[in-house]
Nanobody, 125 residues
């Protein structure tokens, strides 16, 4: 069973920066992508950023230009650099792994197979 352990959350003032890390307990070849989700109180969980096994990145419109996702395959670690933080970025941030696997007999990339426990990010004004 793959395990994902996030770290780097905390409290920061608006305009500040934080860098989240997620260490994954399995070899890279089994993963086809990874991402960061967040959930604020009273709101639905949303995808913040995603990176494929080929390195293609994507971002939610609300964080584009401020957040940067990256990965170090040697260290089996995913990162999220968050700059120019806003109060609306306050949420629990989750690391998520997509894995190769069979779905109805087809070998494909299965999204959101494993989730971390989450790390709290609080941005104050």
């Amino acid at each position: 069973q793959v395990q994902l352990v996030e770290s780097g959350g905390g409290s920061v003032q608006a305009g500040g920066s934080l860098k989240l890390s997620c260490v994954v307990s399995e070899i890279t070849l089994t993963r086809c992508g990874m991402g960061w989700y967040r959930q604020a109180p009273g709101k639905e969980r949303e995808l913040v950023s995603h990176i494929t096994w080929q390195g293609t990145t994507s971002y939610a419109a609300s964080v584009k230009g401020r957040f940067t996702i990256s990965q170090d395959t040697d260290k089996n670690t995913l990162y999220l650099q968050m700059n120019s933080l806003k109060t609306e970025d306050t949420a629990v941030y989750y690391c998520v792994a997509d894995r190769w696997g069979y779905v109805s007999g087809t070998y494909t990339c299965r999204a959101g197979v494993a989730w971390g426990q989450g790390t709290q990010v609080t941005v104050s004004s």
